[in-house]
Structure formats: structure tokens, C-alpha cells
T-cell receptor, first 111, second 114 residues
């Protein structure tokens, strides 16, 4: 079945350092979505990528979808303490209802 | 209104109790979801309703029983739960069917089974 591997599991950075998390699917995806979950909170939608090779930016966040539509990354430039939380990717499969979360990356930012 | 609301926020129940979780959205979304999330783990999909019909059941034990009374409401009925069922239960909705659409999550119900 479809599996989505996400690395790293944990990332500790100093404020101002960059951060990247990666997702890799065992099968081709129709789309990939990224969510952020603050400690004690619920997942909040960040972005959806649909096209092969797509790159989208939101201020300090850059999202990429691989050419083969099997991998994706989220890069944060110059992290801030407000970036703390768990970042999940959610891969949408090509068959109905096939949704697979990555394991998440827990980001800690030290001031 | 771009919110998904869930009640109650917290729930403590014994293994012989019957309780229900409620979820509501007024965004006109046609798909609604129940997820279970354990600490430091991703949400696990339990059920999907599409156009008020149960379309996906991810082999969830029968002690969890979903219900979709109308397009805005989603319930999860709980009966004879086990301590390992303690978790955050998240409801979500999306404009259309699953797989393709952005999901909007509610704040969740933190469930403790004693």
C-alpha cells in the first residue's frame, strides 16, 4: 500500500537557522498537502501542491513537489520561535480516498 | 464561517459508558472525516463521509460508530471503549471528495478512557 516517509523525525535549531523536512512516497501522488500542528493544537493547512515540479512560497516557507510526484519538501528560512510545532505532509493517492500522512517532523526553535 | 467546531473539548469516560463526540461545519463542505491522533503521531483516518454517505471505514472497531445526520453535522458514538482508545479525536471537512481537497480540522476532543 501507499506509504509516505517523512524525515527527520525531530529537528532542533537555533532561531535564525534554516529548517527543511522531506517527504517521500512509495507511489505516485495526485497531490501533496502540508499541515502545521502547534503543541496542544490541531493540524492547520499550509499549502497544496498538485503539479509536477511545482514550487510555492509563503513568506519564509518554500514548498516543492518533485518531478515524479513522489517527493516533497518544506523549507523554512531564518526560523523564528513562532515556527515551533509539528509539520506533516499528507499525500493524496491516485485512487479514491487514499490519503496518507507522513510521520511528522517536530521542530524546536531555541531563542 | 471557516470553522470546524467540536464538542466536547475534553471527555473522560469509563469502559462501560456510552458517549458521543460532535462535529459541525457551515462551510458547505461535502466530505467530513474522523481521525484519531496519539501523542507525537500523525492523525489516523477512521471514517469518511461523502455527501452524507459513509464512503470509507478504515477497519475501525465497532465500538466506534459514526453518524452523519445532515451535511453539516458529524457524530462519533462511543461504547465500551478501552484505555488504549484514549487519544485526540479530530474532525475535518473538505469541499469535495477525499484525496484531492484541502482539509479543515476542528480543534479536537481529548478523550481519556479509564
Amino acid at each position: 500500500g501507499q506509504q509516505v516517509m517523512q524525515i527527520p523525525q525531530y529537528q532542533h535549531v537555533q532561531e535564525g537557522e534554516d529548517f527543511t523536512t522531506y517527504c517521500n512516497s512509495s507511489t505516485t501522488l495526485s497531490n501533496i498537502q502540508w499541515y502545521k500542528q502547534r503543541p496542544g493544537g490541531h493540524p492547520v493547512f499550509l499549502i497544496q501542491l498538485v503539479k509536477s515540479g511545482e514550487v510555492k512560497k509563503q513568506k519564509r516557507l518554500t514548498f516543492q513537489f518533485g518531478e515524479a510526484k513522489k517527493n516533497s519538501s518544506l523549507h523554512i528560512t531564518a526560523t523564528q520561535t513562532t515556527d515551533v510545532g509539528t509539520y506533516f505532509c499528507l499525500g493524496g493517492g491516485t485512487s479514491y480516498g487514499k490519503l496518507t500522512f507522513g510521520q511528522g517532523t517536530i521542530l524546536t526553535v531555541h531563542p | 464561517d471557516t470553522e470546524v467546531t467540536q464538542t466536547p473539548k475534553h471527555l473522560v469516560m469509563g469502559m462501560t459508558n456510552k458517549k458521543s463526540l460532535k462535529c459541525e461545519q457551515h462551510m458547505g463542505h461535502r466530505a467530513m472525516y474522523w481521525y484519531k491522533q496519539k501523542a507525537k503521531k500523525p492523525p489516523e483516518l477512521m471514517f469518511v463521509y461523502s455527501y452524507e454517505k459513509l464512503s470509507i471505514n478504515e477497519s475501525v472497531p465497532s465500538r466506534f460508530s459514526p453518524e452523519c445526520p445532515n451535511s453539516s453535522l458529524l457524530n462519533l458514538h462511543l461504547h465500551a471503549l478501552q484505555p488504549e482508545d484514549s487519544a485526540l479525536y479530530l474532525c475535518a471537512s473538505s469541499p469535495g471528495g477525499p484525496t484531492q481537497e484541502t482539509q479543515y480540522f476542528g480543534p479536537g476532543t481529548r478523550l481519556l478512557v479509564l
